[in-house]
């Protein structure tokens, strides 16, 4: 079929090599047994790398980060197994600056009308997308409390069609996540 086509032949990187070594000349048989009617996704293990959530505001064309979250435990672990920092207590300023433009750009291209979660992982200083969800998250309490805003009340308002900047008059002037408190 065309998948194990694809798999094999137009992106080799995405079929792991124990795979390719136990099946070198079999584009149908057996991996067409593992397939079966669903295709396989490989992920890659990032060992050593630092798991980061962002929270985030947009009202489709501006976007406010509103914390990000650097993860105690290296990044595999579930977010809801693991603590958090806010602010970031590894991450340069540079790789920081790269996650605001990233979840930034997200937002955008997503349209988000509201609250988004961006989860990444950073490895060697690159930055990987693991999960973005265009959603509150179980990190918008604390990053509300951390920052002093009311953020789900801030997202609301934006879901009912105000600015972001209008929508966060109502609660004081948008704080530095980076320095929050």
Do not use: W
Not at 13 to 32: A, H, M, R, S, W
Not at 33 to 40: A, D, I, S
């Amino acid at each position: 079929s065309m998948l194990q086509t694809y798999l094999l032949d137009t992106v080799p990187g995405l079929v792991p090599e124990d795979i390719k070594q136990k099946y070198p000349n079999d584009k149908t048989g057996q991996i067409n047994t593992l397939l079966g009617k669903n295709p396989l996704l490989f992920d890659t293990y990032l060992k050593g790398a630092i798991e980061v959530d962002v929270d985030c505001l947009c009202d489709g064309k501006e976007t406010f980060v509103s914390g990000i979250l650097e993860h105690i435990e290296e990044a595999g672990i579930h977010s809801g197994d693991s603590a958090c920092s806010l602010p970031t207590h590894s991450l340069r300023p540079d790789l920081v600056d790269e996650l605001e433009r990233q979840t930034a750009a997200l937002a955008r291209a997503l349209n988000v009308g509201g609250l988004m979660n961006v989860q990444y992982a950073i490895q060697d200083g690159t930055v990987y997308v693991l999960e973005v969800n265009p959603r509150a998250s179980r990190t918008v309490p604390f990053v509300a409390k951390t920052i002093g805003r009311p953020i789900a009340k801030i997202a609301a308002r934006i879901m009912a069609g105000e600015t972001l900047e209008n929508a966060f008059a109502h609660y004081g002037a948008m704080p530095d996540p980076r320095n929050p408190g």
